[in-house]
């Protein structure tokens, strides 16, 4: 399913590791319409993901993701999150401490 999967896609073919969604991709009926949906999301109650990309050595993608039920979005609140998330790990900075300054 990976193949059919439109956040690994982007990254695989591009060298951005910014945060993005599959609604950046798909329409919400395009993702409840895809096999993808069908057997791997709505089993699950997804139907929002964010996701973000790390550099590797290796040609295998690394990711951080982040699945939900229902749109939260505020004024990019989900983005931010992933910025804080990519900016600790290239620093080496414990993610805890990034997400609990996020929090205050």
């Known amino acids: 399913m990976a193949d059919q999967h439109p ?10 590791g910014s945060a993005k969604k ?16 069908e057997l791997v999301y709505q089993p699950m109650e997804v139907e929002y993901q ?3 990309t790390l550099s590797t050595l290796h040609s295998n993608v690394v990711a951080i993701v982040a ?5 939260i979005s505020r004024n990019g609140i989900e983005r931010s999150l992933t910025r804080c998330v990519r900016t ?12 609990g300054s996020e929090r205050s």
């Open 50 to 52: 964010i996701s973000i």
């Open 88 to 99: 600790s790990c290239r620093r080496g900075i414990p993610l805890e401490i990034i997400i």
């Open 67 to 71: 699945n939900r039920a229902t749109s």
């Open 22 to 37: 599959i609604s950046d991709f798909w329409s919400q009926a395009e993702f409840h319409a895809s096999a993808l949906y």
């Open 7 to 16: 956040l690994i896609h982007y990254h695989v073919h591009s060298s951005d």
